[in-house]
């Protein structure tokens, strides 16, 4: 019976939460003349690749590469000690 009212506050407190998000992230009308203002959180992102050609990165050496692993891996029953 707790974990019930536990159960419904939670599931209650989730609709509460999803109708504020709803209402908070739609789009506004101005009273002055009913247009829609825009409430959006995305900016515009610009990438500047012009760095890839840096003489910075020109100068990396790459890692060493790693063999792969030879001979047997892991048990029969991995849950052994």
Same mark, same amino acid.
């Given at each position: ?14 609709? =509460?939460? &999803?109708?504020?998000? +709803?209402?908070?992230? %739609? ?10 203002? /825009? ?5 515009? =992102?610009? &990438?500047?690749?012009? +760095?890839?050609?840096? %003489? ?10 790693? /063999? ?14």
């Amino acid at each position: 019976m707790k974990n019930k009212k536990y159960l419904i506050l939670f599931f209650l407190c989730i609709t =509460v939460a &999803i109708i504020l998000g +709803v209402f908070q992230f %739609s789009p506004k009308k101005t009273e002055e003349n009913n247009e829609v203002v /825009s409430t959006t959180i995305w900016k515009e =992102v610009n &990438i500047n690749f012009d +760095v890839l050609n840096s %003489s910075l990165l020109e100068n990396l050496t790459p890692f060493t590469k790693i /063999s792969p692993f030879e001979g047997q891996i892991g048990k029969e029953n991995p849950f052994l000690p």
